[in-house]
C-alpha cells in the first residue's frame, strides 16, 4: 500500500471506531447484538434498553466511567457511521442496523488474540479444489474434460472397492475441526458481504435521491444516469456473485440439504463439545440477509416510479401555467396593434345535452338459411364452435386485477399470480382481455424479457391449452387514482 493510501483510510468509520475512547463498549455490545445474535432492524426503544442495561452493569463495576445516556451513546454512534438509523416503511418508530464499517472492525478485533489451534489442511484443499475446478471449467477440449471425468470415476470406484474389502478411511478429529472452523468464517465472512453489498445499494439509493432534488434537465436523462448506476451494480462481479448465491438460497431442495448436513456435523461426537450452535441458524440468517437487500432494490425501484410521476406532474403543470400565459399575453395585446400571424379559434369545449343522444337502437337479427349448404364427401367436422360467440366482460377482469393490487402489501400484482386465483374460463379471448385493461389507479408493467407460462382449459373442447406470455405486473398509480378522481368531480 502507498503512503497516501493509508493516509486516506484513517478517515474510514472502521479506524476511528478503532481509535475511539468507547471503542471497548462500541465492538462488545455491537458485536454482540449485530454480529453473535445476527439481529437486523433492531427498534430503537429495545436497542436503547439493552444499551442501558449494560451501561448499569459497567458503571456498577467502575462508577462515572459512562456518564451518559444509552440514548446520547445511540445517536453518536449514528453520527459516526457505526449504526444506522432509519424507519421501515409503515413504522413510526426508529430502528437500528449495523454498518459494513462496524462489522470490518469487530472481525479484525475477533482475529487478534492467538489462537490455540489454526486449520490449514481444509483451506489447502479448497485452493486446489477451486484451482481444478477453474482449470476443468475453462477446458474447449471435449477429450481432456472425458480425460478428466474418467480420472474422477476411476478414483471413485478405487474408493468403493477399498469400502467393499472393509477398508473405512474416516477423518481425524484434528482434520473434522479444521474443516468446521473454516464453515464457521466462511458463514460469518457471507453475512458481511450481504451488509456491504446493501451499503452500496443504499449509497445508489443516496445518489439517486441527490439527482432527483438538484434535477433541472429532463426525465430522459436522470432515467438514464439511474439506470446506467443500476445496471452497472447488477453486472458487477459483487452483484453478480450475489445473485447467484441468493438464487441457490431459493432452492428449497438445497436449502434443506443444508440445514440436514449442519446438523449431521454438529451432532458428531469427534468434535469434542466444540460445535457451535449458533452455527444451525446460519441458513436463516443467509435468507433474512437476502432479503433485506433485495428490500433495498424494491425501494430503489419505488424511488424510480415516483419520480417519474412527479416529474409527468410537474411538467404537465408547467405546459399548462405557459398556455395559460401566452392567451393572457394575446388578450392584453389583441386591438393594440396590427400582430402579423393567423388567426386561430380559443379552444373551448363543446357540450352535448342528454336529449341530443341518439336513442338505442335494437340490432336486427338476420336469420341464416342453411337449406342449400351441401353435404361433403369428406369426414364430418365439428363446426359449431366457429359459430360460438363469446363475449369477455373487461369490467369483471378490471376488478380482478383491482382486488389484487389493493390486497398486495407492495401495492402490485403480476398477471400469473391473477390467473391462479381467478382461472381463465373464455380461453384465449379472455387471456387477451388483461392485456388490455384499463383504469385510472393501475399501471400495466410488461417485461418482454422474462416470460410466464399460462395453462388453461380449452372453451368447449376437453383438455388444456398453454400460453406463454411476456410477465405483465399491474401497479398501484396514485396519482392516476387522484386525476380519475378529479376528473369524475
Known sequence: MQFDQVTALTSHPAWVLLRADNAALVLSFCGTVFVDENARGVPETVLESRLD???????????????????????????????????????????????????????????????????????????VALLRQMAFGTETDPQT?????????????????????????MLSPLALLDRYQQVESTAGELLRDFREVEANLRELDVRLRHQV?????????????????????????????????????????????????????NRLQQLGGRANQSLLKIPFAWLEAAENTQDTVRQLTE????????????????VLALMRSIQRHVTVLEGQADLPGMALDVPQPHLTLPMERRLYMPVERIELDTAAVE??????????????????????????VLEAVTASPSGQANLA??????????????????????????????????TDL????????????????????????????????????
Do not use: C
Not at 439506470?227 to 452483484?239: F, K, M, P, V, W
Not at 364427401?377 to 377482469?397: C, N, P, R, Y
Open 303 to 318: 424511488q424510480l416510479r415516483r419520480f417519474l410521476v412527479d416529474r409527468s406532474r410537474a411538467e404537465d403543470r408547467r
Open 213 to 265: 432534488a438538484t434535477a433541472e434537465g429532463g426525465k430522459g436523462e436522470q432515467l438514464a444516469s439511474f439506470l446506467l448506476d443500476r445496471d452497472e451494480i447488477a453486472r458487477s462481479d459483487q452483484g453478480q456473485s450475489f445473485q447467484a448465491f441468493f438464487d441457490y438460497l431459493l432452492s428449497p431442495r438445497r436449502q434443506q440439504e443444508l440445514r440436514e448436513l449442519l446438523q449431521q456435523v
Open 417 to 450: 399470480a391473477i390467473v391462479d386465483d381467478h382461472p381463465l374460463t373464455l380461453g384465449l379471448a379472455e387471456l387477451l382481455a388483461y392485456f388490455q385493461v384499463e383504469h385510472p389507479g393501475l399501471d400495466m408493467i410488461v417485461d418482454p424479457d422474462r
Open 375 to 400: 353435404e361433403s364427401d369428406d369426414a364430418e367436422v365439428d363446426i359449431s364452435e366457429l359459430f360460438s360467440g363469446v363475449h369477455v366482460d373487461t369490467e369483471a377482469l378490471t376488478g380482478h
Open 53 to 127: 442495561d449494560r451501561l448499569y452493569l459497567l458503571n456498577e463495576e467502575k462508577p462515572g466511567s459512562f456518564p451518559r445516556s444509552a440514548g446520547a451513546y445511540l445517536a453518536e454512534w449514528t453520527k459516526n457511521s457505526w449504526l444506522r438509523k432509519y424507519y421501515p416503511p409503515g413504522e413510526d418508530e426508529a430502528h437500528f442496523d449495523a454498518t459494513a464499517a462496524l462489522e470490518k472492525a469487530v472481525a479484525w478485533v475477533r482475529d487478534l488474540p492467538a489462537r490455540s489451534f489454526i486449520g490449514t489442511e481444509s483451506r489447502l484443499n479448497t485452493i
Open 145 to 169: 474434460r472425458i480425460d478428466e471425468l474418467r480420472r474422477e470415476r476411476d478414483a471413485i470406484d478405487a474408493q468403493i472397492a477399498r469400502l467393499r474389502a472393509g477398508e473405512v478411511d
Open 454 to 489: 399460462l395453462v388453461y382449459p380449452r372453451v368447449h373442447v376437453p383438455g388444456h391449452t398453454q400460453a406463454r406470455v411476456p410477465h405483465v405486473t399491474f401497479v398501484r398509480d396514485e396519482g392516476g387514482t387522484t386525476a380519475g378522481k378529479a376528473e369524475q368531480e
